[in-house]
């Protein structure tokens, strides 16, 4: 298969860089995906930086399997903690969102100070807030761990009292430190922007890792010479490394019913 024609392979500890996925195949739609979903070690946002390595290692060995001619690290987790080590160990491109989302966020802000929020994981790596200080290095970073946010994102509880009283504490306080922009660090944060919105107000810019990876991902191709120009139809191959049953009913809240095939595999 010629390298144009390859899919681009996504990877997320679960179900929730299937706002990634969503994000790619809005805005690529030539383009063929394949998504893998380590939903049998989901949450990565609680693990140390060596275990996620690994599991990030495991999983781009799995999409390189599958022929593909680029990697997406829908984890921020994984983006965060596992880049260098992906890139070092692959031949082939590796995007990771934590750029595209610091990026997008520059660009946004007035005030050069920037919130983000992201799990435990990821926070504690201080990734965006490197991403960030490299591009202009007066930038002031709020930074706030949620590590409640995925489970209630996961049980579809994003507009109920319990999910409004956890916005209202983990936000509060980044609200006063006069943020004008919000990074949604976390695959799942998507699903929780109307609460977010509602919590943070109006005056504040949410910058949404999926729809700036997207972007980064169609430069990239770009860059490469490996956009996809033929009329042939996009294939999309979902894999979950856990029986698929719970991931296909959280999933449809991401993908808002139209979920392709959900498959089993073991890495
Ligand atoms: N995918 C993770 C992230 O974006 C959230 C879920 C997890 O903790 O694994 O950080």
Known sequence: MARTERPI???????????????????L???????????????????SAETVIRYSLENAAFLEGKGVKAIV????????????ALSQKFDLPVLGVVNPGAKEAMAATKRRTIGVIGTSATIASDAYARALK???????VVSQACPLFVP?????WTDNDVARAAAKHYLSDMHNEGIDVLILGC?????????????VGDAITLV????????????????????NKTSSKATYQIYVTDIPARF???????LHNDLPGVRHVTI
Do not use: Q
């Open 187 to 199: 695959t799942h944060y998507p699903l929780l922007k109307p609460l977010i919105r509602e919590t």
């Open 9 to 27: 392979g996504i990877f997320d500890s679960g179900i929730g860089g299937l706002t990634v996925f969503e994000a790619v195949r809005k805005r």
């Open 208 to 227: 949404d890792s999926a729809e700036a990876t997207a972007s980064a991902l169609e430069a990239l191709l770009g860059r490469e010479g490996t956009r």
């Open 134 to 140: 490299e591009l202009d290095s007066n930038v002031r």
């Open 73 to 84: 690290v829908a984890c921020n987790t994984a983006s965060a903690l596992a880049l260098p």
């Open 248 to 254: 296909e009913t959280v999933a449809r809240r991401f």
């Open 152 to 156: 209630l994102v996961e049980e579809g």
């Open 29 to 47: 739609p030539g383009e063929s995906l394949v998504y893998l979903g380590d939903s049998a070690r989901v949450p990565y946002g609680t693990k």
